[in-house]
């Protein structure tokens, strides 16, 4: 029997850098189930007193189900217009890239990257308050287009390790250009539909600025404007916010447990190309 080595220092590594994802998170846990009082006198401690009084005034102060159904709505648009358009998008790009005009394009919209959305904030907002579309719908279109650039990068490297004799086999087949992305490349897409997928939906998600600068009706609060009620001038009720950060993340956590499967399944699949 073969004895594996054990490499000590990147299991020491792991442990370090796992340490900061669980810190915060237990720290975010117990915070959540204290009174002010003890915040102040515990710290990192446990509770004394375990109470879900600071989730129930989370619930009410937020309108949570009101709040919660509207980024699932933006976050379900965006994930799934992201995947149908910014795939289509690539495949058309990827397999041109041959032609002088389409490596352009594909160099301007990779630039995008590089530009950062302050300077450009004040024309959009403008722009989509002219066009009435300073809603969720409009909200969803915004993610779908700033997300081009990097999936676009994505993509285009993805689709152009995928072998052309696939496709020709298709249309000698007599399938049209359309059914050969649908029905060979879509499906072959899958890692990358899966990685796309994870960035938009925790993108779209914990956003802050763009739904904070388009939402003109302030009935269409996301969680993450909902949740800086308890951000006050001079003090924050950090007990009730943590509370109300730990139930904006148990969505996510929710569709990662029933999502993982196929999530595992689109990294495997690409392993194995």
Same mark, same amino acid.
């Given at each position: 029997?073969?004895?594996?080595?054990?490499?000590?220092? $990147?299991?020491?590594?792991? %442990? &370090?850098?796992? @340490?900061?994802?669980?810190?915060? =998170? /237990?720290?975010?846990?117990?915070?959540?189930?204290?009174?002010?009082?003890?915040?102040?006198?515990?710290?990192?401690?446990?509770?004394?007193?375990?109470?879900?009084?600071?989730?129930?005034?989370?619930?009410?102060?937020?309108?949570?189900?009101?709040?919660?159904?509207?980024?699932?709505?933006?976050?379900?648009?965006?994930?799934?217009?992201?995947?149908?358009?910014?795939?289509?998008?690539?495949?058309?790009?990827?397999?041109?890239?041959?032609?002088?005009?389409?490596?352009?394009?594909?160099?301007?919209?990779?630039?995008?990257?590089?530009?950062?959305?302050?300077?450009?904030?004040?024309?959009?907002?403008?722009?989509?308050?002219?066009?009435?579309?300073?809603?969720?719908?409009? $909200?969803?279109?915004?993610? %779908? &287009?700033?997300? @081009?650039?990097?999936?676009?990068? =994505? /993509?285009?490297?993805?689709?152009?390790?995928?072998?052309?004799?696939?496709?020709?086999?298709?249309?000698?087949?007599?399938?049209?250009?359309?059914?050969?992305?649908?029905?060979?490349?879509?499906?072959?897409?899958?890692?990358?539909?899966?990685?796309?997928?994870?960035?938009?939906?925790?993108?779209?998600?914990?956003?802050?600025?763009?739904?904070?600068?388009?939402?003109?009706?302030?009935?269409?609060?996301?969680?993450?404007?909902?949740?800086?009620?308890?951000?006050?001038?001079?003090?924050?009720?950090?007990?009730?916010?943590?509370?109300?950060?730990?139930?904006?993340?148990?969505?996510?956590?929710?569709?990662?447990?029933?999502?993982?499967?196929?999530?595992?399944?689109?990294?495997?699949?690409?392993?194995?190309?």
């Amino acid at each position: 029997m073969s004895s594996r080595k054990i490499n000590w220092w $990147l299991t020491a590594l792991a %442990v &370090v850098l796992s @340490l900061t994802i669980f810190v915060p =998170l /237990y720290f975010t846990i117990v915070t959540a189930f204290k009174t002010p009082g003890e915040l102040a006198q515990s710290g990192f401690g446990l509770p004394q007193h375990w109470t879900l009084d600071n989730f129930v005034t989370a619930w009410q102060l937020t309108n949570f189900p009101a709040r919660l159904m509207t980024s699932a709505i933006i976050t379900v648009g965006a994930v799934s217009l992201t995947l149908v358009t910014n795939s289509m998008v690539a495949y058309a790009v990827g397999r041109n890239m041959h032609r002088p005009w389409v490596r352009r394009l594909f160099y301007y919209f990779v630039a995008a990257m590089f530009v950062p959305f302050p300077i450009i904030m004040l024309p959009v907002v403008k722009q989509t308050a002219m066009m009435h579309i300073d809603n969720e719908a409009g $909200l969803i279109l915004i993610y %779908v &287009v700033y997300g @081009l650039a990097f999936n676009l990068l =994505l /993509y285009t490297s993805y689709i152009r390790s995928i072998p052309l004799e696939v496709e020709e086999s298709a249309s000698i087949d007599g399938a049209s250009r359309w059914g050969i992305f649908w029905r060979i490349i879509f499906p072959l897409l899958a890692p990358m539909n899966a990685t796309v997928g994870i960035l938009t939906c925790l993108w779209a998600w914990n956003d802050f600025l763009l739904p904070l600068v388009i939402l003109s009706d302030p009935g269409t609060q996301t969680l993450p404007l909902a949740q800086y009620v308890f951000q006050g001038q001079f003090n924050t009720n950090y007990t009730v916010a943590f509370a109300s950060y730990l139930m904006a993340i148990a969505p996510l956590v929710l569709v990662y447990v029933f999502a993982q499967r196929w999530v595992i399944s689109g990294v495997m699949r690409g392993s194995q190309r």
